[in-house]
C-alpha cells in the first residue's frame, strides 16, 4: 500500500476476529505479524468502542511469537521492563527502546551484509556477539540509570543528602549514558566502513 495513503485500519470485534478494511477480508494475528515484517503500517481500532488498540495487539503479536519458541526477549530484560510499570521514570523508556530499536535496524542489513562476507562469518560475528555484549550492558546500565533514586534515596533517607546531590548523580549518570551512546554509534560506524 502506498505510503501517502497511510496505515490500513483493521478492526476487531467482539468475537475477536479481526477485519482489514483495505482487502475487506479478515485476518489473524499471523497476517498482521507478516504486514509488520514487511514493513506495512496499520492500526487496530476495536469495532465497537472505536478505541486504539494497536499496542495491546501488536503485544499479542509478540506474546504469540514468543510462545511458538521464538524466543527473542530475554528473561531479565522482561523483568526490568516489568519493573518500570508504576515507576516515576517509566515514561522515559518507550522513547529510549525506541531509539535503541531504529539504531539496531538502521544498522542491521549492514551487519548481515558483513558477517556473510567476512571468512563465513566466524569473524564477523564474534565482532557481533562483542557489540551486543556491549548493547546488553548499556542496557543494564541505562535500567539502573532510570532508577538512579531506589539506591539514593535509601542512603537520602540514612544521610539526608540534599535534592542537589541527587540531580548531580542523575545528571552525571545521563551523561556517561550519552557517552556510551556515541562510543556505541563510532563502533557501528567502524563495522560498517570495514565492508
Do not use: C, W
Not at 478505541?51 to 499479542?60: K, M, N, Y
Not at 556473510?116 to 541505562?142: C, P
Amino acid at each position: 500500500m502506498p505510503a501517502e495513503e497511510g496505515p490500513i485500519t483493521i478492526k476487531k470485534y467482539a468475537n475477536r476476529r479481526l477485519y482489514n478494511t483495505a482487502t475487506s477480508s479478515y485476518v489473524t494475528l499471523d497476517h498482521l505479524a507478516e504486514m509488520v515484517k514487511k514493513g506495512q503500517e496499520f492500526n487496530v481500532y476495536d469495532a465497537k468502542s472505536g478505541e486504539d488498540i494497536t499496542r495491546s495487539v501488536l503485544t499479542q503479536i509478540i506474546f504469540e511469537e514468543e510462545g511458538k519458541g521464538q524466543k527473542l526477549l530475554p528473561i531479565q530484560f522482561l523483568r526490568q521492563l516489568i519493573r518500570f510499570y508504576g515507576d516515576s521514570m517509566q515514561a522515559l523508556i518507550p522513547g529510549y527502546l525506541d531509539i535503541s530499536m531504529e539504531s539496531f535496524s538502521r544498522n542491521q542489513e549492514r551487519m548481515r551484509s558483513q558477517i556473510a562476507e567476512t571468512f563465513g562469518g566466524k569473524h564477523m560475528m564474534k565482532e557481533f556477539e562483542s557489540l551486543t555484549r556491549q548493547n546488553l550492558a548499556m542496557f543494564e546500565r541505562a535500567v539502573r540509570m532510570f532508577t538512579p533514586f531506589g539506591p539514593l534515596m535509601r542512603s537520602n533517607e540514612r544521610d539526608e543528602k540534599s535534592s542537589e546531590q541527587i540531580a548531580a548523580a542523575a545528571e552525571a549518570q545521563i551523561a556517561d549514558l550519552k557517552n556510551q551512546l556515541n562510543a556505541m554509534q563510532q563502533q557501528l560506524a567502524e563495522l560498517a566502513s570495514r565492508k
